[in-house]
């Protein structure tokens, strides 16, 4: 009996939060993320869930608004899904990291895991809330289709958990703004589950 897990990122963030490590800033969508949270909406009426779980910070709660009409439930929730802290790079932008700080924002997934951005959130920790997080979701409801709406470095956490691949993998695989990712996840068997990716980073809002 297979979980389907539907992570789903918020859409894009206000315009002077753009290539900005916003983290634990409570930030709004741009007129453009506002369009993509619609499309998103309206790709996700073909799929029925069972429950739907989600980030309480503000850019996901926004881009979850057009979704609500579209599930007879009420959506819950979830402290342990917010985003990941940046510490000392939270509100730079990516070149004020290099300047400030002498490293590579580009290599942000390798500094995360490697604990070396200043005053972040460990990695232990980041790791331990995310898959807390998804182990009650999938306790919750086995065999049952759930939504997750989220943020980019919890998705691509969750993908670590879920794969067992480590973090810094991850930034050879995009997970743009509101997009889908699908993953089935397994029965534990024999100490393992067999997880499944069926759809990665799918952007409906891609023509607009």
Not at 78 to 106: I, K
Not at 129 to 153: C, K, M, N, T
Not at 155 to 178: N, Q, T, V
Request: net charge negative; glycine share 8%; aromatic share 12%.
């Amino acid at each position: 009996m297979k979980t389907s897990l539907f992570l789903l990122r918020h859409a894009e963030v206000e315009d002077k939060y753009h290539r900005v490590f916003g983290g634990s800033i409570d930030m709004g969508l741009s007129a453009r993320g506002h369009h993509q949270a619609d499309a998103l909406a309206n790709w996700l009426k073909r799929h029925t869930f069972d429950a739907v779980y989600a980030s309480p910070m503000q850019r996901v709660q926004l881009t979850l608004a057009p979704f609500r009409p579209n599930f007879s439930g009420t959506p819950v929730p979830v402290d342990n899904l917010r985003e990941v802290h940046f510490g000392d790079w939270t509100g730079c932008g990516w070149d004020e990291v290099a300047e400030r700080f002498g490293m590579s924002a580009f290599d942000w997934l390798q500094h995360m895991e490697a604990d070396l951005i200043r005053g972040a959130e460990p990695i232990n920790d980041f790791r331990r809330r995310v898959s807390d997080a998804l182990q009650f979701i999938i306790d919750q409801h086995p065999g049952e289709r759930v939504a997750v709406f989220a943020h980019g470095g919890v998705i691509r956490m969750a993908l670590s958990h879920l794969l067992g691949l480590p973090m810094r993998k991850f930034e050879h695989f995009e997970i743009d703004y509101a997009s889908a990712t699908w993953l089935d996840v397994g029965e534990v068997k024999a100490g393992r589950a067999r997880n499944e990716i069926q759809l990665l980073n799918f952007t409906p809002w891609r023509d607009l």
